[in-house]
């Protein structure tokens, strides 16, 4: 149909009209037509943690950002109340869900523009408030995933070719890689290196300390956490245990191999517990080197494993029908871990590694409660960074916060995830912090950065519920042993036992004078320095611990009641 409409509103509107009309053209535009603003907003349609999925019928409708040519109508449409609201995804019914772009967000070190030089506060507000609507709605969901087993087991070697499968180490990497492991004898160690960067770890073929990486599938982003398998190195073990959601026990089926690590003495025992009291729900189960000479994909090896696994982790505490899921697989060939298995193999039809985390249902995670990062570690990096995960709440850039026990204010000034530099970051992320306002030799593992508004809790003295797992002798009052509690460890002393409970009923007995194996009580701890510590009801990764003594677990636990709060 014809424009009747005598005034141009594009510029495709001349009707093939040629350069000589252009300054009758000029005349008749609209000056008064609505300013366009270009959407921000990638189609991408992943959501934050937590969120339901979103209708594809349904639209994202963004207030304008206003420009040095809006009109103050334009600029007081929206308020920036209503950029909070759609910040944190109250009106989820209001957002459009396209397949994803790819595209990143432009944000250039950590700072966000609202388009004009010295615009209002609430211009820049709304700016900040887009920004995160943009970041959060686009992200994969974020997991921790740790892997965990006896020495030798291919922990560091999956993780490697894991890399190598979704495309976060080239072909050329893990050629040089090769050829330098041929150089030493240790052929078959190449895709391990991936994980294991420093020498003494390449040359004892031992992972000592935790070893980090990232990969992405189609639904999730995974932060890789390859934790040491010797006895020697088991406290770094228990740091990475205590940022994970979800743990990877390897287990070798070479023969002889698997016999040894999960006897008495192995590792395989310890750290199935070791995760499951730092609170990890999930359980994967690796049953590696499959390709062996001595297994050669044999059904009968890899059911006997299962079931002698089975009645453990039960006891554990792991639900075998929720909580585990076992996976046969060659870490050194890839067999298993990216591509099903198919007609290969006749006793397994499930899913690969990478298809059954991909498909874990989303995690629980409340945003809504005040900040806590657990400090991992430290390390300068044109100022200094720190390195933690967020165990709740969320953060932005620009924030101020304080860094408990120490009571030192510090400015959040630059937020990286994985490689990503990010305007903000929530709850389940791992995320390396730059700070400024605080001296670097001051940080250490373990401090908590929190609001001044809801400090973390800081004391010596606390009362817990203990479980009494191996332990030969008797514990008095009196009774000292090291604490690992989230990143950090502490000499404790047991003061005063206050009650032992029973296991079957619940009921609560006072007047004990020792505790002895496999027995539950409530007893009130001191601790020889003061160190960062929460209610279990209130923080959970902040009030769960393991008791350790001459180089094993003897017990663990949770946090009741803070007392002495410094």
């Known amino acids: 149909m014809m424009n009747t409409n005598p005034t141009a509103e594009a510029w495709d509107d001349s009707g093939g009209a040629t350069s000589n009309n252009l300054p009758n053209q000029m005349a008749q535009l609209n000056v008064n037509a609505n300013v366009f603003v270009p959407s921000f907003l990638p189609p991408a349609a992943t959501l934050c943690q937590g969120d339901t999925e979103i209708p594809r019928e349904t639209k994202l409708n ?21 950029w909070e609201n759609q910040a944190t995804g109250t009106d989820n019914s209001e ?105 003494e770890e390449r040359d004892k073929g031992k992972t000592v300390e935790i070893g980090r990486a990232y990969f992405e599938t189609e639904k999730k982003h995974f932060t890789v956490l390859d934790a040491p398998g010797h006895k020697s190195y088991v406290p770094n073990m228990i740091g990475g245990a205590a940022q994970a959601d979800v743990a990877v026990l390897v287990i ?34 690796l049953i590696n080197k499959m390709d062996d000479p001595t297994v050669q994909w044999e059904g009968g090896r890899y059911k006997d494993i299962v079931g002698k696994l089975t009645p453990f982790l039960r006891k554990v ?27 290969f193999c006749s006793f397994y039809t499930g899913p690969s590694f990478i298809d059954y985390i991909d498909s874990l249902p989303p995690f629980d995670r409340d945003c809504d409660l005040p900040l806590r990062i657990v400090i991992a570690d430290k390390h300068k990096d044109k100022g200094t960074m720190v390195l933690g995960k967020i165990e709740s709440g969320s953060i932005t850039v620009g924030q101020s916060l304080l860094i408990m026990p120490a009571k030192d204010k510090l400015d959040v000034i630059s937020i990286v995830v994985d490689e990503e530099d990010r305007v903000d970051a929530i709850v389940g992320e791992t995320v390396k912090i ?30 817990c519920k203990l479980v009494i797992m191996d332990y030969k002798s008797i514990i008095c009052p009196g009774f000292s042993c090291v604490m690992h509690i989230h990143s950090t460890t502490a000499e404790v002393e047991i003061t005063h036992i206050i009650a032992l409970i029973d296991k079957k009923t619940g009921s609560k007995t006072k007047g004990a004078r020792f505790l ?40 663990f636990g949770k946090v009741l009641k803070v007392i002495d709060r410094a």
């Open 317 to 343: 505490g792991f639900n075998p029908k929720s909580d585990i899921f076992f996976i046969p697989c060659s870490g050194q060939t890839g067999q298993n871990l990216k591509e099903p298995l198919g007609d």
């Open 62 to 82: 963004l207030p304008l950002i206003p420009s040095q040519e809006a009109t103050p109508a334009d600029s007081q449409a929206s308020s920036p109340m209503d």
């Open 95 to 199: 957002i459009e869900s396209e397949e994803p772009s790819g595209e990143a967000v432009p944000v250039a070190n950590g700072s966000v523009s609202n388009g004009t030089e010295g615009g209002s506060k609430a211009a820049k507000k709304r700016a900040m408030a887009k920004m995160l609507v943009t970041e959060r709605v686009r992200r994969r969901e974020h997991v921790n995933i740790v892997f965990i087993g006896h020495v030798d087991a291919g922990k560091s070697t999956i993780g490697g070719h894991l890399l190598y499968l979704t495309n976060m180490v080239d072909k050329r990497t893990l050629e040089k890689y090769e050829k330098e492991a041929k150089e030493k004898n240790r052929e078959t160690w190449y895709l391990s290196w991936a994980l294991d960067t420093n020498m």
């Open 252 to 285: 070798s089926a070479r023969r002889g191999e698997f016999e040894t690590g999960f006897e008495k003495g192995g590792q395989t025992q310890e750290h199935a517990i070791l995760v499951k009291t730092a609170g990890v729900k999930h359980l994967v189960v």
């Open 434 to 463: 730059g700070i400024k306002g605080i001296d670097e030799d001051t940080i250490f593992p373990g401090m908590v950065l929190c609001p001044a508004s809801s400090l973390c809790s800081v004391t010596q003295l606390f009362d």
């Open 516 to 555: 002895k194996q496999d027995q539950i009580a409530i007893v009130r701890f001191r601790s020889r320095t003061t160190i960062c510590i929460e209610a279990f009801k209130d923080f959970p990764q902040l009030g769960r611990f393991t008791l350790r003594e001459e180089q094993r677990t003897i017990a």
